[in-house]
């Protein structure tokens, strides 16, 4: 009731106000601080090139608040939003950008052990430096970091702030500057409008870009968790089980973080069980079988299990499985670091899709980072992608100025896109590929997959390929 009372004041003050004032003059406007509007604020103001653009970022989130203060003062806890940062997402943050990402809160990791949930296909690939689990909010935090540093002028940052109204300031003329209300009651007149403003891009829809792809209908679960022990071999670890992967990522000192994907009804059980349950569950994932994750699942949901019968029942059927190995060390190489607790507030679950917008820009408008593509996350791509495009577009953006060209034409953009789609397209396709070979349980496709796994695991070459591709991915 009084949510919607204060959307109405708001919706009458703009109305009111927007009446009365004629539009503020911009040549940027950014709707999205995330990581790729944050991205594009922090390129444009520390390019020569681009600085004198008069810039405005608009989101509906706290970022002076809660997003900035991070950097100085991080929670003593790892956060749950964390992702897999590439070399040339690090580069761009760090090298070009001239951003430093809090060191003491990211986890460089040394490969990957991938392993097939019904049978004993896997792939281990071992990458000095393969890539860094980093919090979101170390990217976003640093990014205005830098930001402050540069003291820029002509750059403006509105937070818990909220795009109402997109419009063409001549409604006859899809090339003339955009109209853009905000829910302050200010109306900013823009040259070129940036949608880094996720998923349900609403710079998206006004433009009328078309995207394809579906929803997997299931979710990823997500949590901070804690080890017994600080792990020597530092190492992401990823099972793929028929409901979906669950990867183990390694954290700073005796915590990691999860990403599980699983299916919807199965995502509700994770989220909803008592913490400890769901820590046993979270081990038993990675050892036990698909048919003993099923009985548990089944118990669970029908409340015939107490915590305590499963902590002994999974502590048994892992002790089989480990004395049936031939050697008591395999386990450290197959098996990640068991967990002894998560952090129960961190839990939490994402819906899974795929989406690709048909192109990322039009006259006056560029789309960036998820409002453009969304991925499953089994790859670790997500973020990396949108870092990419944010450089391939400060780039096209140098370019258009060196030629004199409006920063906000078709011209000056086309490059953007077309230096990222088809590179978007490649993996997108990849996770979308590795998702549906391994939600397979048909036995022919199962044994396939496993010769090809444990072909692939025996010739070096052929897995540092595709190690090197991981670890570099984003922007090839
Ligand atoms: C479980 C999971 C694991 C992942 N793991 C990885 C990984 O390992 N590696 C990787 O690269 N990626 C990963 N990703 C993907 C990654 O998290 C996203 O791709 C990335 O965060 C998207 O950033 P963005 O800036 O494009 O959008 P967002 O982070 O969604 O930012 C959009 C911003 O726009 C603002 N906004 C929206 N609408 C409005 C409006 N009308 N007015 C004002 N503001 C608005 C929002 O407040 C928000 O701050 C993962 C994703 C999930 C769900």
Excluded at 66 to 94: C, G, L, M, Q, W
Excluded at 103 to 113: E, F, L, Q, V
């Amino acid at each position: 009731m009084l949510k919607s009372y204060n959307t109405a004041f708001k919706l009458v003050r703009h109305m009111a106000t927007s009446a009365s004032k004629s539009p503020k003059l911009t040549d940027v406007f950014i709707v999205g601080g995330g990581p790729a509007g944050l991205g594009l604020a922090t390129g444009i103001k520390t390019s020569s090139k681009l600085k004198h653009l008069n810039t405005v970022l608009v989101d509906g989130g706290d970022i002076k608040g809660k997003v900035a203060p991070f950097y100085d003062n991080p929670p003593d806890f790892y956060t749950n939003r964390v992702v897999s940062v590439t070399h040339p997402t690090r580069e761009f943050i760090e090298d070009k950008l001239g951003a430093t990402l809090r060191k003491d809160r990211i986890m460089s990791y040394d490969g990957i052990c991938v392993t097939d949930g019904v049978s004993k296909g896997l792939i281990d690939m071992e990458r000095p430096g393969m890539a860094w689990m980093v919090e979101i909010l170390n990217v976003q935090s640093s990014l205005l970091n830098r930001i402050n540093q540069l003291k820029p002028s002509g750059f403006n940052l509105l937070d818990k702030t909220k795009v109402v109204d997109i419009k063409y300031s001549d409604p006859e003329d899809a090339s003339s500057w955009i109209l853009v209300s905000l829910d302050n009651g200010e109306t900013y007149k823009t040259r070129l409008l940036i949608g880094a403003d996720g998923f349900n891009s609403r710079v998206k829809t006004f433009s009328g870009i078309l995207s394809q792809g579906w929803f997997y209908n299931k979710s990823a679960v997500v949590a901070t968790m804690k080890l017994d022990m600080e792990p020597l071999k530092i190492r992401g670890w990823q099972r793929f089980l028929p409901t979906g992967p669950i990867a183990h990522l390694p954290l700073p000192g005796d915590n990691a973080t999860l990403v599980w994907s699983t299916t919807n009804e199965l995502a509700k059980l994770l989220t909803s069980i008592p913490v400890e349950q769901f820590t046993e569950l979270v081990n038993a994932a990675f050892v036990l079988e698909d048919v003993d994750m099923k009985y548990y699942y089944n118990q669970l949901m029908n409340g015939k299990m107490t915590t305590t019968e499963l902590k002994e029942d999974v502590q048994f059927r892992t002790n089989q499985i480990l004395a049936s190995l031939s050697d008591e060390s395999m386990a450290d190489d197959i098996y990640p670091p068991p967990i002894t607790d998560v952090l129960d507030h961190t839990r939490a679950k994402f819906p899974l899709k795929l989406f690709h917008a048909d192109t990322y820009c039009q006259e006056r408008i560029a789309l960036l980072g998820d409002a453009a593509h969304a991925t499953h996350p089994l790859a670790g791509q997500g973020l990396n992608m949108g870092l990419c495009d944010t450089d391939a577009l400060v780039r096209a953006l140098e370019s258009a100025t060196d030629r004199g060209l409006d920063v906000g034409s078709l011209f000056a953009l086309e490059p953007f896109w077309s230096e990222r789609y088809p590179i978007n397209c490649k993996l997108l396709s990849l996770a979308d590929n590795c998702h549906k070979i391994y939600s397979n349980t048909f036995p022919p496709i199962v044994g396939m997959r496993t010769l090809g796994a444990n072909i692939i695991n025996q010739i070096g070459p052929i897995k540092d390929y595709i190690s090197g591709t991981l670890s570099y991915s984003g922007k090839y």
